[in-house]
């Protein structure tokens, strides 16, 4: 059974930083990418950023670009966003989203954790 839990998220003024960090389990052929979503209040959910193990590509948003950093450790699936200068538009509830080496999609999701900015 897969897992995916997230952890990290919590109340900070803006202009502050936050670390998440986020755990899958039981892919038994490993991930393939690992990415950090989130879904502000009324809106949809939307990407973040993302890491391909293979080769270690990144790849951002533009609203985050600069301010996030995606990082990670394919040999123990875990996934982390260091979030500086926080702005009170980065409110949300954020997801770890994890891309088993067979479909290459995003299929397992956790929970969810809240961020959020305040002025």
């Known amino acids: 059974q897969v897992q995916v839990v997230e952890s990290g998220g919590g109340l900070v003024q803006a202009g502050g930083s936050l670390r998440l960090s986020c755990a899958a389990s039981g892919l038994t052929f490993g991930t393939y990418a690992m990415g950090w979503f989130r879904r502000a209040p009324g809106k949809e959910r939307e990407f973040v950023a993302s890491i391909i193990w293979g080769g270690g590509r990144t790849t951002y948003a533009d609203s985050v670009k600069g301010r996030f950093t995606i990082s990670g450790d394919n040999a123990k699936n875990t996934l982390f966003l260091q979030m500086t200068s926080l702005k009170p538009g980065d409110t949300a509830v954020y997801f770890c989203?994890?891309?088993?080496?067979?479909?290459?999609?995003?299929?397992?999701w956790g929970q969810g954790t809240q961020v959020t900015v305040s002025s």
């Open positions: 989203g994890t891309a088993p080496s067979t479909t290459r999609t995003y299929d397992y």
